[in-house]
């Protein structure tokens, strides 16, 4: 396989630029978030008993 090319191959090529791209690193939108999950159960003196509990899930996003 020839990877040459000659000069009338590379008059046949095209160019077109590609749409612009928005990155953090250029734009100053940035998205802060913070979550936290939580739960508690207390069993504690007593015998042959159930504890139960609740998750509590927490997500705060912002965006600036």
């Known amino acids: 396989m020839d990877t040459n090319l000659t000069l009338a191959e590379l008059d046949t090529e095209m160019v077109s630029l590609l749409p612009s ?11 802060g978030i913070y979550a936290s999950n939580s739960s ?5 003196g007593t015998f042959l008993s ?3 509990s609740a998750a509590v899930q927490t997500i705060v996003v912002t965006q600036h």
């Open 40 to 44: 508690l159960a207390l069993n504690a």
């Open 21 to 31: 791209k928005e990155t953090l690193f250029f734009n100053n939108n940035w998205t």
């Open 50 to 52: 159930q504890a139960n």
